[in-house]
């Protein structure tokens, strides 16, 4: 048993650490050159007037899907986690773009879509970058306090984009029945994706609060830590999402 708890003290070795540091720091290149896209498509508007869905499309789907990559890190013991809440924090995100986004061509035109982009980037690149350097032990206290602060305003907005997506989605879905069974088949079983899209947007009511609080929560305890601050923020940042 002591030889257990020694070798939890010296935390991952080189490898996982090397794996984690480049996956972190890829998420903040593809999130920052997301950013980028989305300012520069409202700053300089593309010549072929091409909806902002085309411009950020590839990067959306490649970075926001990588991020399945982080439950499999937590079911690996690579990251010290919950499972489970990594799992449903990932998968809201990835039916918002495998879900909405890639198979309706509603979501896209959303007013959700920029919104979710400009919170999605910002998060991201704080909160990779901040899991990155934390890895290296060179983690800066504005970078915790940016962590920990802009999720204020970046949660409510972001989630407000995400249900216009989900909104914008609903005639198309119901109206082309996508992805849904109805009785009489071979299967014997009926499922309506409207309805599913409905039961998801729903479930942000209880969810959203508890989301919102786990990190005012969180803040008061790493900023509001004083001097503390930093090395509290090292060890949170250890532990994952």
Same mark, same amino acid.
């Given at each position: $048993? ?5 070798? *939890? ?6 490898? +996982? ?21 989305? %300012?520069?498509?409202?700053? =300089? ?8 869905? *085309?411009?950020?499309? #590839?990067?959306?789907? %490649? ?7 982080? +439950?499999?890190? +937590? ?15 990932? $998968?809201?995100?990835? @039916? %918002?773009? *495998?879900?909405? &986004?890639? %198979? ?29 350097? =934390?890895?290296? *032990? ?15 305003? #970046? ?21 082309? =029945?996508?992805?849904?069974?109805? &009785?009489?088949?071979?299967?014997? @079983? ?9 039961? /998801?947007?729903? &479930? ?6 508890? /989301?919102?609080?786990? /990190? ?26």
């Amino acid at each position: $048993m002591a030889g257990a708890k020694s070798s *939890d003290k010296r935390g991952p070795g080189l490898a +996982v650490k090397v794996w984690l540091f480049s996956y972190n720091f890829l998420q903040v290149l593809g999130w920052s050159y997301l950013l980028y896209q989305l %300012v520069n498509y409202y700053t =300089n508007p593309p010549a072929s007037k091409a909806p902002l869905w *085309d411009i950020v499309k #590839l990067g959306v789907i %490649v970075f926001q899907n990588a991020a399945f990559l982080e +439950v499999i890190n +937590v079911g690996l013991g690579f990251v010290k986690s919950n499972l489970i809440i990594t799992f449903f924090q990932v $998968m809201s995100r990835l @039916i %918002v773009v *495998d879900g909405l &986004l890639i %198979v309706t061509p509603t979501a896209p035109e959303s007013i959700g879509l920029p919104l979710c982009i400009l919170c999605w980037s910002i998060a991201e690149i704080t909160r990779y970058l901040y899991y990155a350097l =934390n890895i290296i *032990d060179a983690v800066p206290y504005a970078l915790v306090w940016c962590r920990y602060t802009f999720f204020w305003v #970046l949660y409510p907005v972001g989630i407000t984009g995400e249900l216009l997506c989900y909104y914008a989605a609903q005639s198309y879905v119901q109206e082309h =029945n996508l992805f849904s069974l109805s &009785l009489p088949n071979k299967l014997n @079983i009926a499922f309506s994706y409207h309805y599913f899209l409905i039961f /998801m947007m729903l &479930l942000y009511i209880p969810l959203f609060p508890q /989301m919102f609080m786990h /990190m005012v929560h969180q803040r008061r305890k790493i900023i509001g830590g004083g001097g503390a601050a930093k090395s509290e923020a090292s060890a949170k940042g250890k532990k994952g999402r």
